[in-house]
């Protein structure tokens, strides 16, 4: 039996990840208006453990708003049917980069063919709630494509900044949605800012990526879903592509909030292995100068759209997961997310975005160091299709 009316959102304030101080969440909100610390979601745990329990998940709809009482807006979301996306075991690509256990959550058939889908459903639904009729972001792609889409459903006017190197599919996805697309000669970063100049005269909302607070909430999905697949048990690697963060920061969030509801069987969290792009890599540049925050990187170059981000907003954020995880970060060349994107595809039939082949390739090098042990449970995540990335042929010629 599938609950028609799941439980409602125990959303209590919002909490600034710097000064720690506390919103309230019945009004639209930036970063904290003291200190521009990124501002995150708190719940009435004790409250929602009564009724967001294993055994009532079994049966609740299939999709992310299953986990109702730790999503804001729940009572009425703007959905397409995002999240539950499978966990599938890679025996042929485990075999192959020598890891025995390796699992591939792919992102990718999500709505929208992205995970961008799930924070842009939570980001929408708390938009429409609010009473915003405007909205606008940067993007360097899938995000602006989801925003169009979840704006189209819920009736909202949606502008998009898009650097001029943005896939033409991306462009192609947003328009046929209705977005205003406007396409700019910088990087995400010169986008957003242009966002941010534009946004008091035009009455747009910021959707930026953490600029607001409920794009983080859909992401953290993920997490639940990933401890739920493993029967509450959490793996002991979890190797994502690292862009804006946004979803390796909902995940650490998702397992704390895990632990206090007692969903899970151990309290042993994934060591975190950020990836980025050796053209745009300022997360694995600050963890390996030991820095607590990131600085932007100069001129970022790279084929994968998702992690040309020269400037992560949450870069504090995203250091703190991967020490406390004793986790890694490093870079990976564009050839060699094109060697990864061709292994998942014929090896595991998935056409992956670069993003996704980036997590191959930085798996396959861990392991070649002994990083990874011979019993860990591994998971990349594909975070994209690679069905708009049409230069991929270009790409998978000049690798082999």
């Not at 992310?64 to 729940?74: H, I, K, M, N, T």
């Not at 909430?217 to 990933?226: A, D, N, V």
């Not at 151990?266 to 600050?286: L, T, Y």
């Not at 870079?331 to 191959?360: H, K, N, Y």
């Amino acid at each position: 039996m599938i609950t028609t009316k799941p439980p409602r959102s125990a959303l209590e304030w919002l909490e600034c990840s710097r000064c720690r101080r506390a919103l309230r969440p019945d009004e639209a909100r930036g970063l904290c208006d003291k200190c521009e610390g990124v501002l995150l979601a708190r719940y009435r745990l004790d409250e929602a453990g009564r009724t967001l329990t294993r055994e009532s998940l079994r049966e609740r709809r299939n999709d992310q708003w299953r986990y109702a009482e730790v999503l804001p807006g729940s009572e009425a979301p703007v959905t397409l049917g995002e999240g539950m996306t499978p966990l599938r075991e890679a025996e042929f690509l485990g075999r192959s980069i020598g890891i025995s256990r390796l699992f591939v959550k792919d992102e990718s058939l999500n709505p929208t063919g992205s995970f961008k889908a799930r924070g842009m459903s939570t980001a929408i639904t708390m938009c429409r709630k609010l009473g915003l009729r405007r909205v606008a972001l940067p993007s360097a792609g899938n995000a602006g494509g989801a925003a169009a889409a979840y704006g189209a459903l819920a009736g909202l006017s949606v502008d998009l900044y898009l650097p001029k190197e943005t896939p033409q599919p991306f462009l192609l996805e947003a328009r046929a949605h209705g977005a205003t697309v406007h396409v700019h000669p910088g990087d995400i970063s010169d986008c957003g800012k242009m966002v941010r100049d534009r946004a008091p005269a035009e009455g747009w909302f910021d959707l930026s990526t953490l600029r607001e607070p409920y794009r983080l909430e859909g992401k953290k999905t993920m997490g639940y879903e990933l401890a739920e697949q493993f029967d509450w048990e959490l793996p002991e690697v979890v190797v994502y592509p690292t862009g804006g963060g946004t979803g390796l920061i909902g995940m650490w969030k998702a397992f704390e909030e895990m632990e206090q509801l007692g969903l899970l069987r151990s309290p042993r969290r994934p060591r975190m292995i950020v990836v980025q792009a050796s053209g745009c890599a300022p997360v694995v540049r600050a963890f390996e100068e030991g820095a607590r925050a990131t600085v932007r990187w100069p001129d970022p170059v790279t084929y994968a759209a998702g992690l040309r981000v020269p400037h992560a907003i949450g870069g504090d954020l995203i250091l703190n997961a991967v020490r406390e995880s004793r986790g890694e970060a490093l870079a990976v060349t564009d050839d060699e997310m094109a060697d990864g994107q061709s292994w998942l595809a014929r090896g595991e039939g998935i056409f992956a975005a670069p993003e996704g082949g980036a997590t191959v390739a930085a798996a396959r090098r861990l392991a070649e160091q002994g990083k990874i042990g011979p019993d860990d449970r591994v998971v990349l995540f594909i975070t994209g299709t690679g069905l708009k990335y049409p230069a991929f042929e270009r790409m998978r010629r000049r690798s082999v």
